[in-house]
Nanobody
């Protein structure tokens, strides 16, 4: 059974930083792309960042480019999202997800087959 477990969310002031982690269990990892998505109250889930299986390429939403960094450690089956210069509009439930296929990457939500339960990030003073 594939499980994705996120951690690292919390309450942070504007301009602060958080690092999210997502551990993957019961799944291949070294050959699949991983992504981070978020959903704010009353809004649709949206793409945040994605990384290829070998960390060769990273993709970001325009709204987080230059502030967020996605990375992964294949030895630990874990993907990370470093979030700096956080803004109130970054407040959302953050999800990690595993791409449905090996050796492919996408920013499309419907191409990610496995999801974590989400971790809440709140940016407020």
């Amino acid at each position: 059974q594939v499980q994705l477990v996120e951690s690292g969310g919390g309450l942070v002031q504007p301009g602060g930083s958080l690092r999210l982690s997502c551990a993957v269990f019961g799944s291949i990892f070294n050959s699949v792309a991983m992504g981070w998505f978020r959903q704010a109250p009353g809004k649709e889930r949206e793409f945040v960042a994605a990384i290829t299986w070998n960390s060769g390429n990273q993709y970001y939403a325009d709204s987080v480019k230059g502030r967020f960094t996605i990375s992964r450690d294949n030895a630990k089956n874990t993907v990370y999202l470093q979030m700096n210069s956080l803004k109130p509009e970054d407040t959302a439930l953050y999800y990690c997800a595993r791409h449905q296929a090996q050796w492919e990457i996408s920013t499309r939500i419907n191409e990610y087959a496995y999801w974590g339960q989400g971790t809440q990030v709140t940016v407020s003073s």
